[in-house]
DNA sequence: TTGCGTTTCAAACAGGCGTTTGATACACTT
DNA sequence: AAGTGTATCAAACGCCTGTTTGAAACGCAA
């Protein structure tokens, strides 16, 4: 007996939000709390009826907009931040100061309460890979890499191996990600320490600062 | 009514792993599985079913010998392997050189396919801290940021202020850590890279000399 | 108004979950 | 051999899970 999987006819219209109704339509508000949810509790610990509860939908509604569990997680993801980050490339200014520009946005953009969410989906991933990663990796984050590591060779000036390039690539991403995969413990060791607006971008030139003089060093070295 | 509980009187020598019988005990087999399944799945998604398969005891066996699933779990937490790094201290050799030894030591036992599964354990608890963080925090990584701060100052060879040595230590913890909790996404950027003895290596001289002048640059500041 | 496709709903389904139970097997002293 | 704590076992207990169901409500053209 092949099971008769139901499918859903939306109106195309749904699909944008440029023509979705105010009171935000049942699908949207379910990616919502879907993305609340699995990033609190992950794929398996979330519940599908805390996603409708908090959805303020029925049950059902997850099987009708989408067929599945599983299907709702990976309609979850969106791509779309990280993307913008490219934009602010400013050609016109140095490599220098484009690359500290660079890592402003992009720590301020992981400490985003925002953001969090989808962060944690994303170590989710880390831990348990699932298809999502491999379209995560290939639609977000191997653009993001190719486009710092041409920032890394402009600011180092030289044409630096490409081991050194990638581990120079390596060195500052890390450093960045640390303070939002590392932020409870980060919480736990220095309780008073609060990550405003003042303290990112404090941090932000540590590691701006930090990393040029280290790819200046290595940038000697060839 | 108060419910009763069960309380395990299991023999005192199977605590110490001197006197356990030669094919492990049910207990000692109970808490590989549990770290094996909870990496893995993470605390909510393991299920003590699949513990007691893999450890190949009763199922009751994990409210015998522990009280509960949450009970398995923090007694599945080993803090050992961190503990051993502060002891290859070389109190001997210069700050540098100690510093570039720790960095090693410490990479190493990252990647080291071993304590993945206790890398696992703890991203989930960076996701949902639970109060096993908070021991964790307080016995194992609070001591190594200490140790660490203290390479750091005598590296730099001046008196950093303490928002700068802080940073600084988590430039340097936050290289090492991209490697093990961002590995997923490592290796669909690059699928050829392996990262054996002589990667690791290499990876460890990197982050030494690049963090080493990072850490000059910060002290010429001062 | 009628009819039709789309969306929402309360209720139920089968299966897996952590935990408990009472019986049984074991090791060892008396 | 009887007695005593310890350890293991198969089976069951409620409870919660993802998913399905068939009916009711809605939006809108004819």
Redesign the pocket.
């Known amino acids: 007996m092949a099971?008769?999987?139901?499918v859903?006819?939306?109106?195309s219209a749904?699909d944008t939000p440029i023509f979705s109704q105010l009171p935000e339509?049942?699908?949207s508000r379910l990616l919502a709390a879907a993305r609340e949810v699995f990033s609190e509790q992950g794929f398996?610990g979330?519940?599908?009826?805390?996603?409708?509860r908090r959805a303020?939908?029925?049950?059902?509604?997850?099987?009708?907009?989408f067929?599945?569990?599983?299907?709702?997680f990976t309609a979850a993801l969106d791509f779309e931040p990280l993307h913008a980050l490219r934009h602010n490339a400013m050609p016109e200014v140095c490599a220098v100061a484009r690359l500290e520009h660079f890592i402003q946005d992009f720590l301020t953009q992981l400490m985003d309460e925002k953001s969090s969410s989808q962060c944690k989906l994303m170590m989710h991933e880390l831990i348990n890979p699932t298809l999502a990663l491999d379209s995560f990796v290939q639609q977000a984050i191997e653009p993001m890499h190719q486009f710092m590591r041409q920032l890394v060779l402009d600011a180092a000036g030289v044409k630096l191996p490409p081991a050194e390039l990638r581990r120079c690539v390596f060195s500052i991403f890390g450093q960045c990600l640390f303070y939002r995969h590392s932020h409870a413990v980060i919480q736990r060791l220095h309780p008073k320490l609060r990550y405003d607006a003042k303290e990112i971008a404090a941090t932000a030139q540590h590691i701006a600062e930090f990393s040029l003089a280290g790819l200046k060093h290595m940038a000697a070295k060839v």
Do not use: D, P
């Open positions: 099971k008769v999987i139901r859903a006819h939306k109106a749904a339509s049942t699908r398996q979330a519940t599908v009826r805390e996603i409708c303020e939908v029925n049950l059902a509604a997850v099987n009708y907009h067929s599945n569990k599983q299907a709702l």
